[in-house]
């Protein structure tokens, strides 16, 4: 039996539960989408009061990770419109619903954020612990949301698939939230890595001491050749590629140029960032 409360969300019961009609599970993504910006505070004093009559199942904050619940999982909520005769809050063994604390394109820190996508999802993972609980797939029966944009699903895939679904692809709605969302399928699962030889591929920033004139090794002859292989060599000759000099920092600063540096920034002295992103092989 799977739990019918999120854990980790904060349990806010507001009563008024109805019955599922049964079918496959599904979960549907919204986004607030509030022209004051409001916060999760903001919104969960709405979802448990005025504004009960239309609550999801879950709140969740992408930004902050807070987590709300108002309905158990067995239960409809109330978040979307009906088609005709279809109660579309009741479709499915499960119809979890996500309002997600988000307006398009919100500045949040002082940072402007386009999409959920975009957003650090914080504990996403934990939510889709929870959907894959109740048996709902990762699976988009609609396709992924790609634009703030009606993209409706035809009646007999919104009763006949498990899966996930755009507020603005259940039939019978007009809202077009949630906009482009992050590959769920991705979320919570384990990168699969090859196993580690217990050395790292490349080779680590050595210190920026490393880089003092005349100093001789295999890693000075390894970067050589990658600033050669990256269209950065600017070395008069191959000789003594181990060890480095002028040649070394006029290439090195072609390299930093290449990633967008300037002035300062690409003054031919290796730094830890440019170096990493150089895959400088382990020598
Ligand atoms: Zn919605």
């Not at 954020?113 to 990762?138: E, F, H």
């Not at 990256?230 to 072609?254: K, N, P, V």
């Amino acid at each position: 039996m799977p739990n019918l409360w999120m854990p980790g969300a904060t349990r806010h019961a507001i009563g008024n539960t109805g019955a599922m009609h049964g079918g496959p599970a599904r979960a549907v993504w919204h986004i607030t989408s509030n022209a004051k910006d409001w916060t999760y505070k903001n919104e969960l004093g709405w979802f448990t009061g005025d504004g009960r009559e239309v609550a999801p199942h879950l709140l969740w904050d992408p930004f902050t990770g807070e987590i709300a619940q108002f309905f158990p999982a067995d239960s409809r909520s109330l978040s979307l419109q009906n088609a005709d005769t279809i109660k579309t809050n009741r479709t499915g063994k499960y119809c979890i619903q996500v309002e997600t604390v988000f307006t398009a394109n919100e500045t949040v820190n002082g940072q402007r954020y386009a999409t959920v996508r975009d957003t650090p999802c914080k504990n996403l993972d934990q939510i889709m612990a929870w959907l894959r609980s109740l048996g709902i797939p990762d699976t988009w029966p609609g396709g992924a949301p790609t634009a703030f944009a009606r993209d409706t699903v035809s009646l007999s895939t919104w009763l006949g698939e498990a899966g996930h679904f755009g507020h603005n692809q259940v039939p019978g709605n007009s809202h077009v939230d949630p906009g482009p969302m992050p590959n769920l399928a991705a979320i919570g699962k384990t990168q699969t890595t090859k196993p580690s030889t217990g050395q790292p591929k490349y080779e680590p920033f050595p210190g920026a001491s490393f880089f003092r004139t005349g100093h001789r090794s295999p890693v000075i002859a390894a970067m050589h050749k990658r600033l050669v292989a990256e269209g950065c060599g600017r070395y008069q000759s191959d000789a003594h590629a181990d060890t480095w000099g002028s040649g070394d920092e006029r290439s090195y600063a072609a390299w930093q140029r290449k990633l967008g540096y300037a002035g300062a920034d690409a003054d031919g002295r290796p730094g830890p960032t440019s170096w990493a992103k150089l895959h400088v092989p382990n020598s």
